[in-house]
């Protein structure tokens, strides 16, 4: 009885409601941290409930928001953070950008005006303040302030970009040249600089100028789809067709859904011949804009050429219909007609062009086809149908300074390694993948115990409403059967599966403190090793993310994953976190030493070749890299082959 009080000491027993409302916010914090934003939301939910007059879980939740898109309940959650707490800066910041998102540019002015008032060192602020003030058409304040901000930071390349953007919009074209130029040559790295210089060289048709910028733009951004999209443009009227297809697939690769990638790819395939291919690209631009009639009639001429007439027929009707002295319309459904033997169909559609032809001075002369003009997006003369197509207005790309740009996590982690696995109850899915984790120590732990069934996973779970609740619940369960435990054992494995239920909520302090009492009561148990080590590295991820030292914490995991090993030395999942470990700290040789290990234990861990190919990236050793990724990518990992491609190219 001694034992089983020394052990209770031990135990959390809290319910939902006796949460601690700090612990309640730091642990709201790792789930945003971690991108599962939902829950994060309720842990913030909760702190609101408990103590409503803090201004943090209202602040953080509108964070939450943000990520989720929610600008307008991240705006009001900003509001009541800033009620409780008017002289948190980061409060009208957010508000500020989530106002932006809204196009409430003038109420951002207004919040960027407050922040600059408690922090007038904020260079961030102050551009995104001249941002709204361009996006507001105010341009002789965004110029004044403009002024002020070069006189404070005289280096700062961003601020001649912004006053290029304005004289762009003043269509004084000669200025933005000259604000572009000094940019340039204070900062010839910039490939923002590059891209909006090109855009004028653009609008001027000096296309061999055009293309030499958006060199240096896609080199110093080899990930902007637009730049591509652009350079196509270039290359096609410097006759490099080649160059103009290569970039428009490399653009559609950045950004699947890029209108003008697919319509232009068309027209440069249908060029060239490949018209199947051809007929796929206007596929996919009516299924973006099912009314563009001018995407439907270049879908109905290449049908046409590739002997489907019926369906030819029916895209030349719909666009007849819509422009009824369309007479290249009408010609070639009158072909499509002949050819199917409908000869009265045709000689209706052949009378009314002769008619047309036969009072031109009514009707007007029919334009000559040019595919070597360029129209306008929003220009839908369909005589217009075989011109490639550029944006209507090309601004330079407005990038406002923020921290809350991107996936959380990227702010203080670059590296893109696979995660830890876990033991979890959700089985990790996959739709490319029909291997499942499996370990024979958690096998024997499902046949022991007739709890919910334990799964190995390395993907975040993202839990919804009532998944959330579900595992509340059953935290209040198992703390009730923890209490009334006669027997050691008993309340022992309550604990464990405890422990696993506070990580899948993400509330791994909780899990760490459950699994440590586990271990005093059996410290061999590998199982609880492994998920006391795997809580705790997440909880080091999110402290590091903080600004914390985490270099003692870091050492406690290591000691967990290296006690579990001397038990279990052939243990491919510990030996592939250790892996992650190592690689994650830099120690790239070592980590490659235990994924080699873990995979010959596990050959069809494919996470395990993941990673190894990225630490011989990391060490330049090339060919490793792409053997491994070629394997993780053969099982089921398709992330390799992008990055594969990537490499090569």
């Not at 009265?344 to 052949?350: H, Q, R, S, T, V």
């Not at 702010?411 to 899915?429: A, I, R, T, W």
Request: net charge negative; proline share 2%.
């Amino acid at each position: 009885m001694r034992r089983i009080f020394y052990l209770l000491l031990f135990f959390p027993l809290v319910s939902l409601a006796q949460y601690n409302t700090d612990h309640l916010v730091t642990i709201g914090r790792s789930a945003l941290y971690f991108e599962d934003f939902v829950l994060s939301i309720r842990y913030f939910n909760q702190a609101i409930s408990a103590k409503p007059y803090l201004y943090e879980p209202w602040f953080y939740r509108g964070v939450a928001k943000y990520y989720l898109d929610d600008f307008a309940g991240a705006e009001d959650d900003c509001t009541e953070a800033i009620q409780r707490n008017p002289y948190v800066v980061n409060s009208y910041e957010l508000r500020g950008l989530s106002r932006i998102q809204q196009e409430k540019y003038s109420d951002a002015i207004d919040d960027y005006t407050k922040a600059l008032k408690y922090d007038p060192e904020n260079r961030g602020f102050w551009t995104n303040r001249v941002l709204c003030r361009i996006q507001n058409k105010d341009f002789d304040k965004a110029l004044s302030e403009l002024d002020t901000i070069q006189g404070r930071w005289s280096q700062y390349v961003k601020a001649w970009n912004m006053r290029a953007d304005i004289y762009l919009q003043m269509k004084d074209t000669t200025q933005a040249i000259d604000a572009l130029e000094k940019s340039l040559q204070k900062d010839p790295y910039d490939g923002q600089t590059w891209a909006a210089r090109s855009i004028i060289s653009l609008s001027r048709e000096e296309w061999d100028s055009a293309e030499v910028q958006l060199n240096h733009a896609i080199h110093l951004m080899p990930k902007h789809a637009g730049c591509y999209i652009n350079r196509a443009l270039a290359r096609f009227y410097c006759n490099n067709l080649r160059g103009a297809m290569s970039d428009y697939d490399m653009a559609l690769d950045l950004e699947p859904n890029n209108f003008l990638g697919h319509y232009n790819r068309g027209l440069l395939r249908a060029q060239v011949g490949d018209d199947n291919r051809a007929i796929t690209d206007f596929d996919f631009v009516l299924r973006l804009e099912p009314d563009n009639m001018l995407a439907l009639f270049n879908r109905a001429v290449l049908l046409d050429k590739t002997g489907d007439l019926e369906a030819a027929i029916r895209d030349y009707s719909k666009v007849i219909d819509e422009y009824p002295n369309f007479w290249t319309g009408l010609e070639f459904r009158a072909a499509c007609y002949r050819r199917l033997g409908k000869t009265k169909l045709a000689e209706a559609d052949e009378f009314t062009v002769y008619k047309a032809r036969l009072y031109k001075h009514l009707y007007g002369t029919q334009p000559r086809l040019n595919p070597n003009q360029i129209r306008k997006r929003s220009d839908d003369d369909v005589e217009k149908y075989n011109q490639l197509v550029m944006e209507d207005d090309q601004e330079p790309e407005r990038e406002y300074a923020s921290d809350y740009r991107g996936r959380v996590q990227d702010h203080k982690v670059d590296m893109e390694l696979m995660p830890m696995f876990v033991l979890s109850f959700e089985q990790q899915q996959s739709e490319v993948r029909s291997h499942h984790a499996y370990d024979r120590l958690v096998e024997q732990l499902n046949v022991k115990s007739r709890a919910r069934t334990v799964y190995v996973n390395n993907k975040m779970t993202r839990l919804d409403e009532e998944a959330s609740k579900s595992y509340f619940a059953y935290i209040d369960s198992l703390t009730a059967t923890i209490g009334s435990a006669q027997t050691t054992r008993k309340a022992v494995d309550a604990l464990l599966y405890r422990a696993i239920t506070f990580s899948m909520i993400q509330d791994y302090d909780y899990a760490v403190d459950d699994l440590t009492t586990y271990l005093h009561e059996d410290s061999t148990s590998v199982l609880a090793l492994w998920q006391r080590s795997a809580c705790q590295w997440r909880i080091n991820q999110f402290l590091a993310s903080e600004g914390n030292n985490t270099e003692l914490k870091n050492a406690s995991v290591k000691e967990d994953l290296n006690l579990a090993l001397k038990l279990s030395p052939q243990h491919a999942y510990l030996l592939y976190n250790r892996g992650v470990m190592e690689a994650q700290q830099g120690d790239y040789t070592a980590a490659i030493a235990d994924f080699s290990k873990a995979l010959t234990n596990e050959p069809y861990l494919a996470e395990a070749y993941y990673n190894r190919g990225l630490c011989h990236l990391f060490l330049k050793h090339e060919s490793e890299a792409v053997k491994d990724m070629s394997k993780a990518g053969e099982l089921g990992v398709y992330q390799a082959y992008s990055l594969i491609k990537k490499y090569r190219k």
